[in-house]
């Protein structure tokens, strides 16, 4: 959701929004490196079921 709001802000403030400095630039690489960094939903989701499995819960 942080990526796709800050993608719209970007937008917004049109050729502004991509320079270095700029406020909404900066939102927009944190939150597309957290994405990159923390990785896709499904990864995440396989991630949590894995743990969950391993200790014993079940679906």
Do not use: C, P, W
Not at 25 to 35: C, F, G, M, V
Request: hydrophobic share 40%; glycine share 10%; charged share 25%.
């Amino acid at each position: 959701i942080a990526v796709a709001r800050t993608a719209d802000a970007v937008q917004v403030f049109g050729g502004s929004g991509y320079i270095r400095g700029f406020e909404v630039e900066r939102l927009y690489r944190d939150a597309k490196i957290t994405q990159i960094y923390e990785g896709t939903n499904q990864i995440q989701r396989m991630i949590i079921a894995r743990e969950l499995l391993k200790h014993g819960a079940r679906a």
